[in-house]
């Protein structure tokens, strides 16, 4: 009994095994990773030191949407970092790390979105939860790079490689923050369904708007030069956050350029190419980018 027992364990392992040998290469080609290892690049980010010239904030329509490139190349070298996370919030938590890595007299890029400006991005972020994973201890950069070829696929990865199309998932991972981005084929509706889950029972909260407004004041009064735009989407995705996320965000930019901001309005527009409606493809952050490199360049702060 007990030796048929384990026959019928043993063979449902490599049934198991063989399931996940056939299943893991169709997730692979699903999501293609290149440049630095991704753990790496998490790692180092939350673990930078400053001080940087420029510092760039935001989510995940930041960190994937502004290279640092052109804006260094436009700045005549400057030392920039994207310090973009997953559903960053505006938190003091997180307004702190962004200070601390401001040079004195440096720039502040705020990339706004409305999801950043939720109870939920305050609270559930990927800013945090890295900072508690790797805020204490560092881990050699090679076992990092050996475990990420061990790492659990994330479920959105599953259900690219399961919904019954080719669509594929393109990032590089490069060292200054900024992930390039891109699917084939694109799809601007991918993003819309999950984004409208996101809002419907999380609204902006006032108390973040406000906190953000008060921490754009205080950088302004100590030297710091403070630029933001609402980081560009497909009209789909601004129109389920004007639908549900509570708040008009037309009234944000006379709050923060009264706080001392610059407002860049052109690069607000969305007329750059999205790959989901939520998130730039990395040609389109790119163009992006050497608009406010510019705009950078052109404007000094009063």
Do not use: C
Not at 122 to 149: C, I, V
Not at 215 to 224: N, P
Request: glycine share 8%; net charge positive.
């Amino acid at each position: 009994m007990l030796k048929r027992r384990m026959h019928r364990s043993l063979l449902l392992l490599v049934a198991l095994v063989a399931a996940a040998a056939a299943v893991r290469p169709r997730i692979g080609r699903s999501a293609e990773k290149s440049g630095i290892p991704s753990a790496v690049f998490w790692q180092d980010k939350i673990r930078a030191e400053g001080p940087f010239d420029v510092v760039i904030a935001g989510d995940s329509r930041a960190y994937r949407g502004v290279a640092p490139g052109p804006v260094k190349e436009a700045l005549g070298g400057a030392t920039v970092l994207n310090f973009g996370f997953p559903s960053a919030g505006f938190e003091k938590k997180y307004l702190d790390r962004v200070e601390a890595l401001s040079a004195d007299g440096g720039i502040i890029v705020l990339a706004l979105s409305t999801h950043a400006l939720t109870p939920a991005a305050a609270t559930d972020n990927a800013f945090l939860r890295r900072s508690r994973s790797f805020g204490k201890t560092q881990a050699p950069r090679w076992w990092l790079a050996l475990g990420e070829r061990f790492e659990r696929i994330p479920l959105h990865k599953i259900a690219m490689a399961f919904e019954g199309s080719k669509r594929r998932y393109l990032e590089r991972f490069e060292a200054d923050g900024w992930v390039h981005s891109d699917t084939d084929p694109r799809n601007p509706e991918h993003a819309v369904a999950a984004y409208r889950r996101q809002l419907l029972h999380n609204k902006v909260d006032p108390a973040l708007v406000t906190g953000l407004v008060q921490r754009v004041q205080r950088w302004a009064t100590s030297g710091r030069r403070v630029v933001a735009f609402r980081i560009p989407t497909g009209d789909s995705i601004r129109n389920v956050e004007a639908e549900l996320g509570g708040f008009e965000f037309d009234s944000l930019p006379p709050r923060l350029t009264a706080a001392g901001a610059e407002w860049l309005p052109s690069i607000s527009e969305n007329r750059f190419t999205s790959y989901d409606g939520s998130h730039l493809t990395g040609d389109a952050a790119t163009a992006l980018s050497q608009e406010l490199g510019g705009a950078l360049a052109r404007k000094t702060k009063p």
